[in-house]
């Protein structure tokens, strides 16, 4: 990573340029890998174009509600001058590396557990794997849950995601609940 400058965990900006490019660079590339990996997880067959402008209105929709957030890793070239912690996401030098979204979910009162935040998401892109950025990316998130009051993490992952699996249990997470799922056909 010294070779292209530090690497800044900030903030998803709400406005259309960012989030448009948030689902192309991070968004989509993350679902279409996750789609390789794993058979559940099947996108429909839309051009690039359609899968950005959903997510620019979904995104901003689920940013807005209260409780939810969006992430982006940021880096540039360490001779291009622009700063990564503060440089617009659309910036030409700019180049998005990871994404993490968390939503809060709160405990009813009848519940004795405390709040959660729920990791909906976490991808770090390909050239900077292994190099502790999704670490960084579940720091952010543990901050995100003290921030916001809440004193448990939790995430779903498909049990078919051995990478992803061995990553979360490596972070400490332990299984919570099973999922069933069948078709109402």
């Not at 359609?50 to 969006?70: H, I």
């Not at 617009?88 to 968390?102: A, K, M, N, R, Y």
Request: glycine share 6%.
């Amino acid at each position: 990573m010294d070779a292209v400058g530090r690497v800044e965990i900030r903030p998803l900006p709400t406005d259309d340029n960012a989030l448009r490019r948030y689902a192309a660079e991070l968004w989509l590339p993350y679902h279409r890998e996750l789609a390789d990996r794993v058979d559940a997880h099947a996108l429909a067959d839309w051009p690039d174009e359609r899968f950005v402008e959903r997510n620019v209105e979904f995104t901003r929709a689920r940013l807005e509600d209260d409780g939810d957030r969006g992430w982006v890793a940021a880096t540039a070239p360490a001779d291009a001058g622009v700063d990564p912690a503060t440089a617009p996401v659309t910036h030409h030098d700019i180049e998005l590396t990871g994404l993490l979204v968390t939503s809060v979910d709160a405990c009813p009162d009848p519940f004795d557990r405390p709040d959660r935040l729920v990791v909906g998401e976490v991808y770090v892109t390909e050239p900077y794997r292994g190099t502790g950025l999704a670490d960084r990316l579940m720091e952010r998130a543990a901050a995100d849950a003290r921030e916001q009051d809440c004193g448990e993490l939790r995430l779903d992952v498909d049990v078919d995601n051995e990478r992803a699996m061995a990553f979360y249990e490596k972070q400490g997470f332990e299984p919570y609940r099973e999922q069933l799922t069948r078709s109402v056909e």
